[in-house]
């Protein structure tokens, strides 16, 4: 039995569709698009739903998309495994406890996905983007572990890092003797997810990287303190000294922290795909 198996049993499980997909490298080009489709075509309900969002203001066209291999062709595979994972996650979250915790969670979560993108989007590391992104949106996925596990305990948790200068893993290891990004890590091993995103969960947050993802791990730390910046962050503590090393490992500057702070949240909000994101997740 994995350690973590008593904070994931009360998670809802991920549909196996959806799990396929996200198993599939992002350099897996053997995969034809009629293959994706005969994948997705599986569950009718996500089929309606990605043809939804590719009809929507993000994938604005003249003539209605129709056709599940035309949005795949049109989107691109890297684009159609951020939406099922969107669409996924979305329903995912309707069956887990409702609060003003996960609420926040999934804003926190949403702002940290978008702003990975965007870094690499920035650094013309277009391969990477849609990675970043998927990476950002799970990164934080063991605190919704815990907090499921026992949501009265992680309020106590919460409650008691209030005005105390103390990173939120710090405080979880004293309740669980673990941390989020080890039972997130090991909740995406568990849906056969890639090593990237495994990594990212367990390793965000520390310069202490052994992932060969490193470059992508740092991405989303960086993006997880931003994220804060822009009023999207979740109860942390201090983090100035991690993003000072942050800022030289990722060859950011201060103004492009300034960037953040002052110009991206303008064109964060007016997204067309975070305002879909807000519908899906946001109650």
């Given at each position: ?106 804003r926190h979560s949403i702002a940290t996905a978008f702003i990975a993108k965007h870094i690499m989007h ?56 673990t941390d989020h990004r080890e039972v997130g890590a090991s909740l995406l091993s568990n849906w056969n ?91």
């Open positions: 039995m994995d350690k973590f198996d008593k904070y994931i049993k009360n998670l809802p499980i991920i549909p196996d569709v959806a799990s396929k997909i996200m198993s599939i490298a992002d350099d897996n080009f053997n995969i034809s698009f009629k293959e994706l489709e005969e994948i997705i075509m599986i569950d009718p309900m996500l089929t309606a739903r990605i043809l939804k969002v590719a009809n929507s203001a993000l994938y604005a066209r003249q003539s209605e998309i129709g056709n599940l291999q035309v949005a795949i062709s049109l989107l691109g595979f890297k684009n159609i495994k951020s939406l099922v994972l969107l669409i996924t996650a979305s329903q995912f979250s309707k069956e887990l406890k409702t609060s003003e915790y996960m609420t926040n969670f999934w920035r650094k013309k590391d277009r391969a990477n983007e849609e990675t970043a992104f998927v990476a950002g949106l799970l990164h934080d996925i063991g605190q919704a572990a815990l907090f499921q596990s026992d949501p009265s305990l992680y309020a106590e948790l919460l409650e008691s890092i209030e005005g105390v200068d103390e990173n939120i893993e710090v405080t979880e290891r004293k309740f669980y003797e997810f890639p090593d990237v995103y495994v990594d990212s969960a367990r390793e965000h947050n520390t310069l202490n990287i052994n992932s060969k993802h490193k470059k992508l791990v740092l991405t989303i730390t960086l993006a997880d303190i931003l994220s804060d910046y822009i009023g999207y962050g979740q109860r942390e503590g201090s983090r100035d000294d991690l993003l000072k090393n942050v800022l030289v490992l990722t060859n950011h500057s201060e103004d492009d922290l300034e960037y953040f702070k002052a110009e991206y949240l303008e064109i964060f909000e007016e997204d067309p795909l975070f305002k879909e994101c807000q519908r899906l997740f946001i109650k």
